[in-house]
């Protein structure tokens, strides 16, 4: 399985890009990972179009949305090894814009995630995103990287 994470905002920031290719270059040993970008439009019905375009018939779309399912990081890693199982090819995240996303990414999404009930910078979602990939996939792997 292929992870993406589509993300609307600037590719790059001189202050997480580290942190950010720490956490990728260990998700890669696990599974690959692309970043898709999408930069900022006036509406979210115009940024979502581009997410849509994005998006294939048969991915698994997770989107991150603060009315979303709160969870665990024991759930998240069981929503990505089911999907693992079900053979999903490619499992895509979605971080939309500062004011969310339109009803059709909504609509489109499988599962909508509530990251946090605080609101974050969207360079700092990116980050934590990215570590609780991670972290989910060590405990897939029941490695010790995750303390219960």
């Known amino acids: 399985m292929k ?29 690959p990972l692309e970043w898709l970008f999408i930069p900022h439009e006036n509406s ?15 991915d698994y779309v997770v989107l991150l949305d603060e009315k979303g399912k709160d969870i665990k990081s024991e759930a998240l890693a069981e929503l990505i090894e089911n999907r693992m199982v079900d053979s999903v090819r490619r ?12 009803k059709k990414v909504e609509e489109r999404a499988n599962y909508i995630w509530k990251l946090s009930s605080l609101v974050f910078p969207h360079m700092l979602v990116r980050i934590i995103l990215l570590e609780q990939i991670y972290r989910a996939m060590t405990i897939i792997k029941g490695e010790k990287y995750h303390h219960e």
């Open 3 to 31: 992870l993406v994470i589509i993300s609307v905002g600037k590719d790059k920031d001189e202050t997480t890009e580290d942190v950010m290719h720490y956490f990728q270059a260990r998700i890669l040993r696990y599974l």
């Open 44 to 58: 979210k019905e115009k940024e979502g179009e581009k997410i849509i375009s994005f998006l294939k018939k048969e």
């Open 91 to 102: 499992m895509v995240f979605v971080i939309g814009g500062a004011y969310g996303v339109s």
